[in-house]
């Protein structure tokens, strides 16, 4: 199928664009209300072609499918600090009306054999073109720092052997999950004492 790829991504690129905007006014207003920022950052990405293409051969999907069946050509990243900040975002993205929520799959209480942990919200999201209005599948991806650390490293690693790690790369992956999973409890365990240095620095630096 010959596909002007330019053409198909823009309304993807669109609102990636749009959303990180919306999203990262979020955290704006947490700060405006002097309030704990469940959001830490946002950020947005449209996959390449080559990886469209190559995932649609994994995954069997036909070209003249792809706005159907494949949810995160468009994606997006909302960091918490902490694992308990998840569940309030996710209330918060419900509660919107500028896009619709689709699907939901918990990663963070139902983690995957990988050690893998996030929660995924996939949206249909209405983008305003020159033709018209056209609905985009997008995929929102919330997690922590901590969560996000280990993903990064795991993709990057699963890139590189094709999905198929050596068994000791594997071992220390599903370790380094154990890790990341404490080293979250660890902050949520901290958080009041946290929260309160961050206000305590907030102030220091409004008085420099």
């Not at 700060?31 to 051969?57: C, N, Q, Y």
Request: net charge neutral.
């Amino acid at each position: 199928m010959n596909r002007n790829w330019e053409e198909f991504l823009a309304p993807y690129q669109q609102a990636v664009g749009e959303l990180k905007v919306k999203l990262r006014g979020m955290r704006s207003q947490f700060e405006m209300l002097s309030e704990h920022s469940l959001i830490e950052f946002v950020t947005g990405r449209v996959k390449s072609v080559a990886s469209i293409v190559d995932k649609s051969i994994k995954r069997s999907i036909p070209l003249d499918r792809l706005e159907e069946e494949m949810q995160d050509i468009a994606g997006l990243r909302m960091m918490c600090q902490f694992v308990d900040d998840i569940k309030p975002v996710v209330e918060l993205l419900r509660k919107r009306n500028d896009f619709e929520i689709v699907e939901e799959r918990d990663y963070v209480t139902q983690v995957k054999a990988s050690g893998y942990r996030s929660y995924h919200v996939v949206i249909r999201y209405p983008v305003q073109t020159i033709r018209g209005e056209k609905k985009v599948l997008v995929e929102l991806q919330i997690r922590t720092l901590a969560m996000n650390f280990w993903a990064t490293i795991e993709h990057s690693l699963n890139y590189k052997y094709r999905g198929r790690f050596p068994k000791d790369i594997q071992l220390r992956l599903q370790h380094a999950a154990e890790a990341a999973s404490r080293l979250d409890e660890e902050m949520s365990s901290i958080r009041d004492e946290i929260q309160e240095a961050h206000k305590v620095f907030s102030r220091k630096q409004e008085s420099e």
